[in-house]
């Protein structure tokens, strides 16, 4: 996978924090099946669905392609988080300032601050207005530097300030979901707290449950593991007659399709 399955860049932003702490760094309907609610909670994944990991496909590339540029990012906002006075990009110092915010809050409001500040802080374009061309995915300090973006570009940059302001990798997915009135995909972060997990959109401020968001599937989910494809959630009347602990069906179709919305 890329960046998201290596952990490289954590390791070197581990590094670089212990450097500076020990001084020698510079200074349609519900989603869901009726059923039990607790179950889809615990889930490892938001949505209560299983995923099933990508070998191939658009949208592993675009991570593939990404990976490098995520790791200089993570590896230059730590260095600046620990000597801002000789931190040299702007859009880290932008990034932080989120951080910081965020680090003073506990829990939900936490995850508030950075959805709220980062939607106000990036004015949604759509990649063939800023950039000529369709599905360009950017890194969190060249969004924060451009100050634009759409919908994985919120996405990026939410993830990258949830780790940097303490939420474990295993709390944070980028979700890709088909908005199923529009016939679009748009791409969110969903981050865990007490077992419930939080949607992080660009699109609103409040954050609403997994269980709770109406009219759009969930499609792709990525974290540090790689990426992976949703399996298909099983029909309503299917679902009653299944126990707890049945495996939902695999995903019929094979479309890798990207975000296209803002």
């Known amino acids: 996978m890329g960046y998201f399955n290596t952990g490289r860049a954590w390791r070197a932003v581990a590094l670089v924090w212990a450097l500076v702490g020990t001084g020698f760094a510079a200074d349609a309907g519900t989603l869901i099946s009726p059923g039990s609610l607790d179950l889809i909670r615990k889930s490892a994944q938001p949505f209560g669905l299983s995923a099933t990991k990508l070998s191939a496909g658009g949208l592993l590339h675009k991570w593939n392609g990404l990976e490098r540029k995520l790791e200089d990012d993570m590896v230059q906002l730590a260095l600046c988080d620990g000597d801002r006075e000789r931190c040299v990009s702007p859009a880290a110092l932008k990034l932080l300032a989120i951080v910081d915010s965020a680090r003073t809050r506990e829990g939900r409001a936490r995850f508030g601050e950075i959805n709220r500040a980062i939607n106000l802080a990036i004015k949604a374009t759509s990649d063939l207005a800023q950039y000529g061309r369709v599905d360009v995915w950017s890194s969190p300090l060249d969004t924060f530097a451009s100050g634009a973006g759409d919908c994985e570009d919120y996405a990026i940059a939410k993830f990258a300030a949830l780790r940097m302001a303490g939420v474990s990798a295993d709390d944070i997915k980028i979700v890709v979901l088909r908005e199923l009135a529009r016939g679009e995909d748009h791409a969110v972060v969903l981050a865990r ?70």
């Not at 989910?221 to 298909?232: H, L, P």
């Open 193 to 262: 707290l007490d077992g419930h997990w939080l949607t992080l959109d660009n699109r609103r401020m409040a954050m609403i449950e997994d269980v709770d968001l109406r009219n759009h599937r969930p499609l792709f989910v990525i974290d540090d593991s790689g990426v992976m494809r949703y399996d298909e959630p099983m029909p309503s009347a299917q679902a009653k007659q299944q126990s707890i602990s049945s495996v939902p069906v695999n995903v019929a179709a094979s479309a890798d399709p990207i975000p296209s919305s803002n």
